[in-house]
């Protein structure tokens, strides 16, 4: 599919444009779509806190966790918060800064051709039935622009960089999405 015009922002979302971003290699093909977990302070929910990491705002005595991550250059293309709002940060034309030293089925350097997915949640606490279903109808429109993205090739931060990430942890349920994937189709 061919879309030289298209921007690479999804309507419908609330727009935070993020610094950390770049071209993406030319020629890349954009055939993965990897599922984080994200919360700031760990574990708690709200807030600005995640707007202000992607925008290279953190303040680092807003808490004691901030003060070792305040530094971070790190994005997403989208945020799905706990009640099912979508924030955007990157176009998804573009490469976000999320997957960091990662590897999938061979292949390095996730970020080059890939579009990550940020949950409001931890490793540890279920995510809510809207963040599932509004995570499902993103995947089906990004598939539109993508269709090399298939269900196959949708997976978790904690798969292309094990060892190193554990997110979005044991508390996702993956036969839940795949089922409202199996809805949506």
Not at 24 to 36: A, K, T, Y
Not at 111 to 136: C, H, K, M, R
Not at 160 to 177: E, V
Request: with cysteine; charged share 20%; glycine share 8%.
């Amino acid at each position: 599919m061919s879309l030289p015009n298209w921007s690479g922002w999804l309507d419908g979302v609330r727009h935070c444009p993020s610094p950390n971003q770049d071209e993406r290699p030319e020629s890349c093909q954009i055939d993965l779509l990897v599922i984080h977990g994200i919360s700031l302070p760990p574990d708690q929910y709200g807030g600005p806190w995640i707007d202000r990491l992607f925008l290279n705002q953190l303040p680092p005595d807003a808490h004691p966790y901030f003060a070792d991550i305040h530094q971070l250059r790190v994005s997403t293309h989208l945020l799905i918060r706990r009640d099912g709002e979508r924030v955007q940060y990157v176009p998804l034309t573009r490469r976000a800064w999320h997957a960091g030293q990662s590897c999938f089925a061979g292949r390095e350097c996730c970020n080059d051709y890939s579009i990550g997915i940020e949950l409001e949640g931890s490793d540890t606490t279920p995510y809510t039935v809207q963040q599932y279903q509004v995570l499902a109808q993103t995947i089906r429109e990004i598939q539109t622009y993508y269709p090399a993205i298939s269900d196959e090739r949708i997976t978790g931060h904690s798969d292309i960089a094990p060892g190193r990430k554990t997110d979005p942890g044991p508390a996702f349920d993956w036969d839940y999405l795949k089922q409202l994937l199996a809805q949506n189709r």
